[in-house]
Nanobody, 115 residues
Framework: QVQLVESGGGLVQTGGSLRLSCAAS????????VGWFRQAPGKEREFVAV????????VYPSSVQGRFTISRDNAKNLVYLQMNSLKPEDTAVYYC????????RGQGTQVTVSS
């Protein structure tokens, strides 16, 4: 059973950057699309990025396009989310997910952007 663990969250000022990591264990994710999602208190889960299994195809919503970049290192079973020009509205718990309907997900890492 593949398990996902996120890391790299923290507190950052507006305009700052963070890089999140998603580490997979117990199996490989090299053949799977992996997505990043976020959820803020009282809000619905929001999709923020997805990378196809080879990393060559990526998709972002308009809210993060040009600021966030997803990448992956299949040899290391890692997926990253580089977040630049962070805004207070980016504050949320971020988690990575894969599998059918994104059912396999980690516990998440908190990102807080101060104004």
């Amino acid at each position: 059973q593949v398990q996902l663990v996120e890391s790299g969250g923290g507190l950052v000022q507006t305009g700052g950057s963070l890089r999140l990591s998603c580490a997979a264990s117990g199996g490989t994710i090299s053949g799977l699309s992996v997505g990043w999602f976020r959820q803020a208190p009282g809000k619905e889960r929001e999709f923020v990025a997805v990378a196809r299994w080879d990393g060559r195809s990526t998709v972002y919503p308009s809210s993060v396009q040009g600021r966030f970049t997803i990448s992956r290192d299949n040899a290391k079973n890692l997926v990253y989310l580089q977040m630049n020009s962070l805004k207070p509205e980016d504050t949320a718990v971020y988690y990575c997910a894969t599998g059918h309907s994104w059912a396999l997900r980690g516990q998440g890492t908190q990102v807080t952007v101060s104004s």
